[in-house]
């Protein structure tokens, strides 16, 4: 790789960091981000517990998130059926890459070169509002259990009736309702994708996973497209939010999240609940693009 690579364009949305200055002079203070986990994200009073032994419980209570981040759906055309049957992880990762291209000086790639413009994303698992959302898809099995709870305790089949098709109404509310967009919403895959579409860019998009590394693995990745020649210009970056029961619960039952005070750049360093922390581009939940250019032919 001989040829010069120019890094025209940053953006980002960290927690307490929502544009790459901030998030350098949280690092020079050696600002801490994260905090208890609020109530709208985890019920700790459901999954906490000291007791690493206990089934389905997390010992960490500590994370950092982006609080206050909303989509503004109406600036991007995208229709609200749309917007809801995608993960948020979508809209995060088209939004922020909208700010790198635009802090690259191309004006909402006006000036791109779309043909030779493309996308390589780090992400993994897609995010946890998809995953949640499977949650209605499984009402039958809940179906199925309640109402042999039920019938063991005698409920005539009228009064089972009644009360299933008022809790399946409740059970299914939070979650949007399945539709033609609802697959591609739920599918890392897409993410780039979504991107290349939205801005009309043919060079290819395409989502990595490396697990911690998946944004390196994605910088890397567009490296090396457009030092091959492959590319003029490309996106590369990482999106990730995923703090939900399957991750905390998981990662808790493997040792892998500090049990106090996450420390990194300390002599006495836990490096145990830096899964995110410590790679290239993304925290606990976080998108970062980087806008980058290679020799234009």
């Known amino acids: 790789m001989n040829d010069p690579i120019a890094i025209v364009g940053l953006a980002c949305t960290y927690p307490d960091a929502r544009t790459p200055l901030e998030l350098w002079e949280n690092a020079l203070a050696q600002r801490r981000s994260f905090r208890v986990i609020p109530p709208g994200r985890l019920r700790l009073e459901d999954y906490l517990s000291t007791d690493r032994a206990e089934a389905d419980k997390t010992y960490s209570l500590q994370v950092a998130v982006i609080e206050g981040y909303e989509f503004d759906r109406v600036a991007f055309k995208v229709v609200g059926s749309t917007f809801r049957s995608a993960d948020l992880a979508h809209w995060l990762a088209l939004d922020v890459a909208s700010r790198a291209i635009a802090d690259a000086g191309f004006d909402q790639s006006a000036r791109l070169p779309r043909e030779s413009t493309g996308v390589v994303l780090g992400n993994t698992l897609a995010g946890e509002f998809s995953r949640a959302s499977l949650l209605r898809l499984r009402w039958p099995y809940v179906r199925r259990v309640l109402e042999a709870a039920l019938m063991q ?130 925290t606990p939940v976080t998108a970062s693009f980087a806008c980058s250019t290679g020799t234009i032919r």
């Open 153 to 282: 305790e005698g409920w005539s089949n009228d009064a089972r009736s009644g009360f299933l098709q008022r809790i399946e109404s409740e059970f299914k509310a939070p979650f949007p309702s399945v539709g033609e967009e609802t697959l591609a919403g739920g599918l890392s895959n897409t993410i780039a994708g979504r991107i290349c579409n939205h801005f009309d860019l043919k060079g290819g998009g395409y989502t990595v996973d490396a697990a911690c590394a998946s944004s390196l693995l994605a910088v890397a990745n567009a490296c090396s497209s457009l030092a091959a020649g492959d590319l003029d210009v490309a996106l590369a970056g990482g999106v990730d939010l995923s703090l939900d029961p399957f991750e905390l619960v998981g990662f808790a039952k493997t040792g892998a999240l500090a049990p106090e005070r996450m420390r990194v750049s300390e002599i006495r360093a836990d490096w145990r609940q830096t899964r995110r922390a410590i790679s290239t581009l993304p």
